[in-house]
């Protein structure tokens, strides 16, 4: 049924007549997509290629000619586009990859000069002072004793007469607050 239309629609002529376009659009496109998707792992990225495929194959219907199957052709153009996205998505990310590498790089060159180290920390030690001083009282004062005095959450919960669940979430705001001040430096902790 499918090769009849394709055929009509190309002996017909009919470069501009968005029917024959939209009928092999609409017949074509879920069983392009459930290929696509199978390679692609978004939805999004999987409707695009087939959109993308079966745009291409209505601009070429002049010019292929296909005698055999022509839709072992239009699945195998899907899996050809499907294969070229990854291999672009491949590359893409290869170079993001280098990038981080480089930037870990730098990062660990910068700590392995001791000057550098010492410029780092310092900048570090006044980011975590400015911090803790920014800190609500109650909450400064529980985390100065838990992380500076190192009490354990039942010392300080006696000594504050607060429950240790209050100790953990002063605590936990606490530590939430040096996330976000510290957020530039974090990559360099975890290299």
Not at 67 to 75: L, P, V
Not at 132 to 161: A, N
Request: glycine share 2%.
């Amino acid at each position: 049924m499918e090769l009849d239309y394709l055929y009509n629609a190309k002996s017909r002529n009919s470069s501009n007549n968005v029917d024959d376009f939209n009928v092999i659009y609409n017949f074509f496109k879920p069983k392009l997509f459930i290929i696509a998707n199978s390679y692609i792992p978004s939805k999004e990225d999987a409707e695009e290629i087939v959109h993308d495929v079966l745009i291409k194959l209505w601009e070429k219907r002049e010019k292929v000619d296909i005698k055999s199957n022509y839709t072992a052709y239009i699945y195998k153009m899907t899996r050809n586009a499907c294969l070229d996205y990854l291999r672009a998505r491949k590359n893409r990310l290869s170079k993001e990859i280098v990038s981080d590498q480089q930037e870990y790089w730098l990062n660990y060159s910068a700590l392995s000069d001791e000057t550098a180290s010492t410029i780092i920390i310092e900048e570090l030690q006044n980011l975590v002072d400015n911090a803790i001083s920014e800190l609500p009282e109650k909450c400064r004062k529980v985390f100065i004793k838990s992380r500076i005095d190192g009490l354990g959450h039942k010392e300080i919960s006696k000594e504050f007469k607060i429950s240790p669940k209050t100790v953990e979430n002063h605590i936990t705001r606490a530590l939430k607050e040096f996330r976000v001040v510290l957020r530039e430096y974090l990559p360099i902790f975890f290299f």
